[in-house]
């Protein structure tokens, strides 16, 4: 079990940035993904990083500003979002998967664990 916790999001205006944060015990032994899902929408990819941090992947709409990171010894995995815009509104996930922990997933369905979510909004 990867008992993922969120935080850090909050309310920031246009242009602004966030860093959220995912923290387990366990997360330095699984690739992690960011996901968000607005209201009335489906939960979307937003990045994704593989075991030690040797790949990422972004999303189109937030590639050049949000950038993914971990910290094994810190066993969390960092989303820093900058140049926010108000589209970018959510409530932002970890998901994690140790089944494959070099492959970087865009798909909900390959994900195993999940948090709780954090609400980021971004106001214009």
């Known amino acids: 079990q990867v008992n993922l916790v969120e935080s850090g999001g909050g309310v920031v205006q246009a242009g602004g940035s966030l860093r959220l944060s995912c923290k387990a015990p366990s997360i330095a032994e699984t690739a992690v993904g960011w996901f968000r899902q607005a209201p009335g929408a489906e939960r979307e990819f937003v990045a994704g990083?593989?075991?030690?941090?040797?790949?990422?992947r972004y999303s189109d709409s937030v590639k050049g500003r949000f950038t993914v990171s971990r910290d094994n010894a810190e066993t969390a995995v960092y989303l820093q979002m900058s140049s926010l815009k108000p589209e970018d509104t959510a409530v932002y996930y970890c998901a994690a998967q140790r089944r494959n922990p070099y492959s970087l997933y865009d798909s909900v369905r390959n994900y195993d664990y999940w948090g709780e979510g954090t609400q980021v909004i971004v106001s214009s």
């Open positions: 990083i593989n075991l030690r941090g040797v790949g990422s």
